[in-house]
């Protein structure tokens, strides 16, 4: 069975600002352990998606290196 009502957030504010401090505390928390439980899915969602990402093969990091130590020498001779 479920149950849907449609409460307006002033409304639900003032219904809680009517409870005692105990029962505002379980609120609180409750919302806390919602919200730390989000931010851990998102942290695994990026976590595996760095894991299983593309990798560079042995030939492309070669050439990645061989690129950047001449765009290194050629920066260095901007500068001077």
């Not at 299983?52 to 061989?66: A, R």
């Not at 765009?71 to 001779?77: A, E, L, R």
Request: aromatic residues 4%; without cysteine; hydrophobic residues 35%.
């Amino acid at each position: 069975m479920e149950l849907k009502i449609n409460v307006a957030i002033s409304e639900f504010l003032n219904l809680i600002k009517m409870l005692p401090v105990s029962e505002k505390k379980k609120i609180k928390q409750e919302i806390e352990n919602e919200l730390s439980s989000d931010k851990k899915q998102g942290s695994r969602k990026l976590e595996e998606l760095l894991k299983n990402g593309p990798t560079l093969t042995d030939k492309e990091l070669s050439n990645f290196e061989t690129v950047n130590k001449s765009f290194d020498k050629w920066t260095k001779k901007l500068s001077v």
